[in-house]
C-alpha cells in the first residue's frame, strides 16, 4: 500500500521486474530527493535512483496528492528511464509465479517495429550486478569522534546506514570488493556487509574478505545478501530458492526467544538449512512458512547474519532491535549474545 518510494530504490531490486500487488500505485506521488533527514541521507529513498528494470502495475494513480509530493509515479519512473506497464491483472499473474516459481519476463510494447533481440536478455542468475550498486570508492558517515563500523557495500540501502550512525558508530562505506587488509587499514570496531542483488556465489572477493573477518573473530553482522556471504565463508551452500521471499509481511520465530517477528524481506536467494551442519553456525532466525534460514549466529566469534531486512524501511521496524545485538557485540568485543 505504502513505501513504493524506498523499494524501487533498494539496490536488491536490481535486474528485476517488480510486480506489486496492491491494485493502486502512486497515490501518494514521489517527494523531492532533495530532502535530507538529520544524518544527511535521502529521507524517502534507499539509494541514488531506481533500481529495477520495470515495473508492473494494476491501477497507476495518475493523480497524486501527499504534502511531501513533488512528481508523480509516473513522472519519476519517465525521468529515471524505466519502464512500466498498467492496467495488468497483477494479482493473478502473481498466483501464476507461485505456482511455477520465479520467472526471466519482458515488457514487450505491442507492434514495435524494431525487433526485440536475444542479446538484450541478462541471465540474471549468472550476472554480476555488484559493479552497479556498490561505491566507487570510500565514504565517511557520522562523527569522526564515534567507534567506525566498516560497511561492505554489496548494495547497501541508505537505512543500514542511517540505523548505524543512530546506534551511534561512524561509518565508512567500501566497495564490496575491498580486500581484508584495505578494511583493516581504517582499524573498524566491526564490520556489517550489507544486502545486494543477485547470485551470494558470484561475490567471491566479498566471500574471501569474509573469510578472512571470520578467522579474525572481528565483530561483524551480514544482512540478506551478506549473511548469505557469511554462511558461504563459513563453509554453509546457498541455493536458489523457487519463489524467494519479497515482501513486508514475511514472518520469522527467533529460536532462542521463541518469539515471532514479522520482517521486511528481498531475496532470491538462502542459505541451505542443513549446510550449516558442518560449520560453526547455527540457526537464530527461521522462516515458519517454509523452514528456511532466516538468520545464524556464530558458536564461539561474535558473528552474526540475517536474511530478513532488520533496517526495514519502509516497514515493518519489528527487527531493529538486531542493531543493538550487534553494538552490543561490538562494544563486548567478542562476548556471544544470548
Known sequence: MVGYTETLTDPSYKGQILCFTYPSIGNYGVPSELILDEYGLPKYFESDGIQTSGVIINNLSTVSSHWTCVKTLDEWLYQQKVPGIYGIDTRELTKKIRIEGVMSGKLVIDNYD?????????????????????????????????????LIDTGTKFSIIRNL?????????LPWNSKYEQIMSFNPKGIVISNGPGDPAICK?????????????????GICLGHQILALAGGAKTQKLKFGHRGQNKTCVDLFSHHSFITSQNHGYGVELESLNNTEFELWFQNIDDKSVEGIKHRSKPIIGVQFHPEASPGPFDCLFVFGNFKDLVINNGNKIN
Open 114 to 150: 524494431k525487433p526485440i533481440s536475444k542479446d538484450q536478455d541478462v541471465d540474471y542468475d549468472s550476472h554480476n550486478f555488484m559493479n552497479e550498486v556498490s561505491i566507487a570508492d570510500h565514504k565517511f558517515y557520522g562523527k569522526s569522534s564515534n567507534p567506525l563500523i566498516a
Open 165 to 173: 550512525v543512530k546506534l551511534g558508530f561512524s561509518v565508512v562505506r
Open 205 to 221: 572477493e566479498t566471500i574471501n574478505t569474509a573469510s578472512k573477518i571470520i578467522e579474525n573473530s572481528l565483530p561483524t553482522m
